[in-house]
DNA sequence: AAGTTAATTAATCAAGTGGTTAAATAATGC
DNA sequence: GCATTATTTAACCACTTGATTAATTAACTT
């Protein structure tokens, strides 16, 4: 529904590296929370609270499969997030202001 | 130097929209923080603290000129949060799998 | 039924966020 | 020097975040 919000929360779950390092590991194929929390050093509650952030920014789905809550990786908000970033590209992108600068002079001649 | 706490900052100061919209307005140009504040309901001060947490982002650099201080763009940060979703982007990118498949039939026959 | 494994909830805590109003600082213009 | 304009700092408040340990729920295994 509300772009703002939708962007608001995906960024706002970006900003953590624990949950960035999650999604990374969802993009190889879904895992359940206990494997998702191995490689942190910190507690099983603390990574299910990250998870639950992931999923209220809808980046990640969550199933049921016995005791298991697998998790899969959502890019629509990625999506959102690269297309909100694409829309500043030409500020950085030196290759651009050269590249519309060679059309033009192409075009002038 | 730390690439990671760097993306924190970023994705953290770009969570709110009134700190995106800041941006949007600086991406037009340089802007001083009562031009900032002017098209937002909030107060100055409010306007004030966005500014500097896109400053410590490294999102924007700020000059002095008199009693002003006028504020512009700074594109580095969000060159590396393009950079960090682009490597999601096949996952939702349809076209790029379509693609693939298709460069893959005709290596084929 | 009892034990094990997976995951969440509860209670707690320190620190951070987002906003306010009122006061202070900085620089300009008369 | 004094008033004006631009901006920040201070003090405060409610709420959220990120973490902990201990307890609980859920489902499988024996």
Redesign the pocket.
Known sequence: MNEVTQL?AAF??L?????RAILARLAQGE???????EP??????????????L??ANLIT?A????????TLNAAPLAAVAEWTEQYRHIWDVRFDTMTEILKDLEGK
């Open positions: 608001d706002a779950a900003a953590h590296p624990a949950r895992a359940t929370v206990n494997e998702l929390a942190f050093e910190m507690s099983l509650p603390a990574v299910s609270k990250h998870i639950r952030v999923e209220g969550r049921r499969n016995a005791q298991f809550r697998p998790c």
